[in-house]
């Protein structure tokens, strides 16, 4: 049973800067491809960004061009650097990871984007 425990998320200007962070545990050499998502305020979940366990990571264009996802094997965590916040950027940040065919979500961490 793969575990995924997101954080880094909080308050944060419009134009400034965050990094979330999510630590997964158990059942981690099944992991193959990690996600980011995320759920803003009455909307649907929708994709951020992807990761393959060899680093090839892809973006949905919500924040394309102002993100960055990375993945350290070793420690078991994935990264996403997020720059030039919007406040259409709030939302609460959802690690996703595949291990076979099961997939397993985080409980999030909240974004929110405000001056």
């Known amino acids: 049973q793969v575990r995924l425990v997101e954080s880094g998320g909080g308050p944060v200007q419009p134009g400034g800067s965050l990094r979330i962070s999510c630590t997964a545990s158990?059942?981690?050499?099944?992991?193959?491809?990690m996600g980011w998502y995320r759920q803003p305020p009455g909307k649907q979940r929708e994709l951020v960004a992807t990761?393959?366990?060899?680093?090839?990571?892809t973006y949905a264009s919500s924040l394309k061009g102002r993100s960055t996802m990375s993945r350290v094997n070793a420690n078991n965590t994935v990264y996403l650097q997020m720059n030039t916040l919007k406040p259409e950027d709030t939302g609460v940040y959802y690690c996703?990871?595949?291990?076979?065919?099961?997939?397993?979500w985080g409980q999030g961490t909240q974004v929110t984007v405000s001056s």
């Open positions: 158990g059942g981690i050499f099944r992991i193959t491809n």
């Open positions: 990761i393959t366990r060899n680093g090839v990571t």
């Open positions: 996703k990871a595949v291990a076979g065919a099961s997939v397993y």
